[in-house]
């Protein structure tokens, strides 16, 4: 009895982790709104009531494939980077730009996440206010705290912000633009040690521009 139940339960969580990949790539290639749990389920050699069982419906499922790819980058590359709390601004910064660009362009990803989340970007469902609340604005307060601490006595609400944007769009850059600048720099493959390079750059340039202001 003991050994059915391990089963099952290995069974469920199985068929969770294969909605979740199927349900992605589907998603990314269609759309929210044109995608269908039954195409979803057939790919996924699941029952329909999987997705009732473990997501509820067609939007917890899609709000689950967003949140396990945002989470799984979490943990394989957190803000702090193993830094203690009181560890100067400067390496929290350093530390907290090459996680965010670890997060977005690391190659292991698959292939379909990156069509997934510029769909949501282009046509956002409600999805993206939960990530909003649950997944960027701790990201975007962690980062703020940080600026905060390096402009010190010049901190304001407003600058905070400006420069919070402004590192933040620097990495950016480097996801939204990858199609034209492979293209046009093709030595650069975004390989681990070209993030590097970048997390490198992107501090420092960032400091100067934020000790120019403080």
């Given at each position: 009895?003991?050994?059915?139940?391990?089963?099952?339960?290995?069974?469920?969580?199985?068929?969770?982790?294969?909605?979740?990949?199927?349900?992605?790539?589907?998603?990314?290639?269609?759309?929210?709104?044109?995608?269908?749990?039954?195409?979803?389920?057939?790919?996924?050699?699941?029952?329909?009531?999987?997705?009732?069982?473990?997501?509820?419906?067609?939007?917890?499922?899609?709000?689950?494939?967003?949140?396990?790819?945002?989470?799984?980058?979490?943990?394989?590359?957190?803000?702090?980077?193993?830094?203690?709390?009181?560890?100067?601004?400067?390496?929290?910064?350093?530390?907290?730009?090459?996680?965010?660009?670890?997060?977005?362009?690391?190659?292991?990803?698959?292939?379909?996440?990156?069509q997934l989340m510029?769909?949501?970007?282009?046509?956002?469902?409600?999805?993206?206010?939960?990530?909003?609340?649950?997944?960027?604005?701790?990201?975007?307060?962690?980062?703020?705290?940080?600026?905060?601490?390096?402009?010190?006595?010049?901190?304001?609400?407003?600058?905070?912000?400006?420069?919070?944007?402004?590192?933040?769009?620097?990495?950016?850059?480097?996801?939204?633009?990858?199609?034209?600048?492979?293209r046009m720099t093709?030595?650069?493959?975004?390989?681990?040690?070209?993030?590097?390079?970048l997390a490198a750059?992107?501090?420092?340039?960032?400091?100067?521009?934020?000790?120019?202001?403080?």
């Open positions: 009895m003991l050994n059915v139940c391990f089963k099952q339960a290995f069974d469920m969580a199985d068929t969770k982790q294969r909605l979740l990949e199927v349900a992605g790539e589907v998603f990314a290639e269609k759309g929210f709104h044109n995608a269908t749990i039954r195409e979803i389920c057939d790919r996924a050699q699941a029952n329909i009531a999987a997705v009732n069982y473990h997501y509820r419906d067609k939007e917890g499922l899609y709000f689950g494939v967003l949140e396990y790819w945002c989470r799984l980058g979490e943990k394989e590359f957190p803000l702090d980077n193993g830094l203690a709390p009181n560890a100067p601004p400067e390496k929290r910064l350093e530390a907290f730009i090459r996680s965010f660009l670890f997060r977005i362009l690391d190659k292991s990803k698959p292939a379909w996440l990156s510029a769909r949501e970007i282009a046509e956002p469902t409600a999805a993206l206010d939960r990530l909003i609340a649950e997944v960027y604005r701790p990201l975007a307060d962690h980062l703020a705290e940080i600026i905060r601490s390096l402009l010190g006595a010049a901190a304001t609400d407003e600058k905070v912000w400006l420069c919070s944007r402004s590192v933040l769009g620097q990495c950016l850059y480097y996801y939204y633009a990858k199609p034209a600048i492979v093709p030595e650069f493959t975004y390989t681990p040690a070209d993030l590097e390079t750059h992107i501090t420092q340039f960032s400091l100067g521009g934020l000790r120019q202001l403080s």
